[in-house]
């Protein structure tokens, strides 16, 4: 079987979304054995040799992955944009005042949850998360909020003083997976529409959530013929998506290739499709 799509050769493109490698699956990995190897603060530093545009981590409440020593790490050492996902809590605003990111992500977080599984309720919790915008951009991060493609959330975004948002692509994502035809149709018009409606608000539209590689999904049963292209390819052919947020399938990819190449064959793909889309 072959796992690599493409060689690693010329790699940027102006008109292409910004790659965010979320590296919190590395930590997820060390901690299973409960030392230190493997360094998520190691592979993030490889990842940004393999170009990777933002480094992507998520401090959860119960420090599942990423841990505070782990964030302090990454803030000495790396030198792209960190983009700081936690949940819109006292404890965890605190740390990103001290930290200073230069990006945030606002996610919600239930314990029980194995990843981030909706997006961020703006309209439920609206005064919250208006306050958390405020105190964090008086600390000089970037806000990005991460919410589903739903109409009154983006409003409420914008309303919220977020400059930016990230749309959940997770339900277009599983949609994909599932070679679920009918659902992928819906799920990534409700997404265009989405990025639209953030634009119009005058709000930087970024995308991420369960996206993978063609590569990586199961082949289809015998007989069926058209595989389409990949979520990636998907989501970075849209216009409006300024950056992409990708962890576990190009952590899984590099796996197998190795997390240079994962890097440049998720970048690849995403510069071919917004070049064919253009
Ligand atoms: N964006 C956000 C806000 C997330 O919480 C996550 C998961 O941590 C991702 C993107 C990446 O999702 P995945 O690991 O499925 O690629």
Redesign the pocket.
């Known amino acids: 079987m072959t796992f690599s799509v493409s060689p690693a050769a010329q790699l940027t493109a102006h008109d292409a979304p910004l790659l965010?490698v979320?590296i919190?699956?590395v930590a997820t990995l060390r901690n299973a054995r409960g030392g230190a190897f493997p360094d998520p603060v190691a592979a993030a530093l490889l990842a940004v040799e393999g170009g990777a545009d933002i480094i992507?981590f998520?401090l959860r409440e119960d420090r599942r992955h990423i841990r505070d020593e782990d964030v302090a790490r990454l803030k000495a050492a790396i030198g792209v944009p960190l983009n700081f996902?936690a949940a819109v809590t006292d404890e965890m605003l605190d740390i990103i005042v001290r930290t200073a990111p230069e990006h945030v992500?606002l996610?919600p977080e239930r314990r029980q949850e194995v990843?981030?599984e909706g997006g961020l309720d703006v309209v439920g919790q609206f005064d919250r998360v208006r306050d958390a915008c405020a105190r964090l951009a008086q600390a000089g991060s970037r806000v990005s909020l991460?919410i589903g493609a739903d109409p009154a959330q983006i409003e409420a975004a914008a309303r919220a003083g977020a400059p930016c948002i990230?749309l959940?692509t997770?339900p277009l994502?599983h949609a994909w997976w599932d070679r679920d035809a009918s659902a992928l149709q819906r799920e990534r018009e409700r997404l265009a529409h989405g990025l639209t409606l953030g634009r119009s608000l005058g709000l930087r539209t970024h995308a991420?959530?369960?996206?993978?590689l063609s590569v990586s999904r199961p082949p289809a049963a015998q007989g069926a013929t058209e595989e389409g292209p990949s979520s990636t390819a998907l989501v970075a052919a849209m216009a409006d998506v300024a950056e992409l947020?990708?962890?576990?399938?190009?952590?899984g990819h590099a796996v197998f290739v190795g997390l240079k190449q994962a890097i440049a064959d998720f970048k690849a793909e995403a510069i071919r499709a917004r070049r064919a889309a253009a």
């Open positions: 965010g979320n919190d699956h992507t998520h996902e992500c996610v990843t981030t991460f990230e959940h997770g994502a991420g959530h369960g996206l993978a947020h990708i962890g576990h399938a190009l952590i």
